[in-house]
């Protein structure tokens, strides 16, 4: 009896030193007929060839009900890209009921040259997509914003941001912590906050090249900002991807960026690991 209550004692002591502990479990709660709109959009025309081809490495539905995505809210996806991956199945899934609204640097925020250049033909890529299909992206709305001041809209106007292999980005640059912030002031109370990240095998430093994030650190940068995390996924994770490339998941599809003797190889791999973090604000 003793040994037993000894051993319980310790499970407990471990459990409450683990940290705070997470949910693997869909917070969506869809109703059928919102499950069938998702899936629709999903499954929609309209999106590219190319999109459509990486959804079994994305997970497109999943990953969207596991961040509780539906009707009638207002979603924020970050720097989409003139790509539009997720805005392809987000802005036609929430056309008739809620608001989707992509977030993009602000060109006049990026140095003359190059880099400015850069983000206003992204800015002009997704305009462009959606001027093209008004009776999906007709409703769309797009935001500038600073990264190192990021304001997203007015505060507590938003229930859901997301964001999609950008963190490595952040950190590089030293605006990490700002964003988080900008993430928390546009959430309601209750709103959530999905992440989805690159995977490195322990954290990293901040100028880390290789795009991989430790899930620790992604985890830090949302509590130190007031969230906190309400579940975790392995939707988009890839045991295959060993995570120690030369030059990063850059290698690995859709980027390729290998020797063509590699090719074989890179795709046996298929995309990196990835982590899929919810929070929310309290």
């Not at 994305?58 to 009900?65: D, F, K, M, S, V």
């Not at 596991?66 to 979603?75: E, K, L, M």
């Not at 924020?76 to 008739?96: Q, R, V």
């Not at 980005?169 to 030293?174: A, E, L, Q, V």
Request: charged residues 25%.
């Amino acid at each position: 009896m003793q040994r037993s209550l000894l051993l319980g004692a310790v499970l407990l002591a471990l459990t409450a030193c683990s940290g705070p502990q997470t949910r693997a479990d869909s917070a969506s709660d869809l109703d059928a007929a919102n499950v069938e709109r998702l899936d629709a959009a999903v499954a929609g025309a309209w999106r590219s060839a190319e999109n459509r081809a990486r959804d079994g490495a994305r997970n497109p539905a999943e990953t969207l009900r596991f961040f509780g995505v539906r009707p009638g809210q207002t979603v924020i996806e970050i720097t989409p890209g003139s790509g539009a991956w997720y805005a392809e199945i987000l802005a036609p899934y929430l056309h008739d009921n809620g608001q989707y609204i992509a977030a993009m640097v602000d060109p006049a925020s990026a140095a003359e040259g190059r880099a400015r250049d850069y983000q206003q033909g992204q800015r002009d890529g997704l305009q462009a997509k959606f001027d093209a299909a008004p009776a999906q992206f007709g409703r769309a709305r797009m935001v500038a914003f600073d990264p190192k001041a990021p304001r997203f809209g007015p505060a507590a106007s938003a229930d859901v941001v997301l964001t999609f292999r950008n963190v490595h980005n952040w950190r590089m640059s030293g605006n990490a912590e700002a964003m988080f912030k900008g993430f928390y002031d546009v959430l309601r109370p209750g709103g959530v906050l999905g992440v989805v990240e690159h995977r490195a095998r322990a954290d990293v430093p901040a100028d880390d090249r290789s795009g991989y994030v430790g899930q620790s650190q992604v985890i830090a940068l949302a509590q130190a900002a007031g969230f906190r995390v309400d579940g975790s996924s392995e939707i988009n994770a890839n045991p295959r991807d060993t995570r120690d490339h030369p030059n990063g998941v850059w290698m690995l599809p859709p980027s390729n960026r290998h020797e063509p003797q590699d090719a074989a190889r890179f795709t046996a791999i298929g995309e990196s690991d990835r982590m899929t973090l919810r929070f929310v604000k309290p």
